[in-house]
């Protein structure tokens, strides 16, 4: 079965005037819902489980952060908070290192660069 020629494809959405669209998905990959996609999508693709002598500087890895949020087109970003809780959220100990003039480190991790 065809549709007719003036029917729209499946997934494409029409516009319905009673429908209001909120302005983060008329924003699109620059939503919320976008920028924790980008925070959790960076962390599963480039930070891994290190050894008890591993530990990266969050100043660091939030300039990695920024270069892969670019690279997958998304506009913005978040700020190093956010970044911070999305890590601890995935079990990553984040924390001041005294041993590094007390810079925050997230501890056992690794940064991969593929």
């Known amino acids: 079965m065809s549709l007719p020629m003036n029917a729209p494809s499946v997934g494409v959405p029409t516009h ?3 429908v209001k669209i909120s302005r ?18 960076f962390i599963t693709d480039k930070i891994r489980r290190g ?5 990266l500087f969050l100043t660091d890895v ?3 952060y920024k270069i892969y949020r670019a690279s ?3 506009k913005g970003f978040e700020n ?3 970044l911070k809780k999305a ?8 924390g001041n290192s005294k041993g590094d003039n ?9 940064l991969i660069d593929e």
């Open 24 to 41: 983060s998905m008329k924003n699109g990959p620059s939503s919320l819902g976008a920028t924790v996609d980008s925070l959790m999508g």
């Open 72 to 74: 997958e087109g998304f």
């Open 80 to 82: 190093k908070k956010d």
């Open 51 to 55: 050894s008890d002598d591993d530990r």
């Open 102 to 110: 007390n810079k925050v480190c997230i501890f056992n991790a690794k």
């Open 62 to 64: 939030y300039e990695s």
């Open 16 to 18: 319905n005037p009673q």
């Open 87 to 94: 890590l601890e959220k995935r079990n990553y100990s984040v």
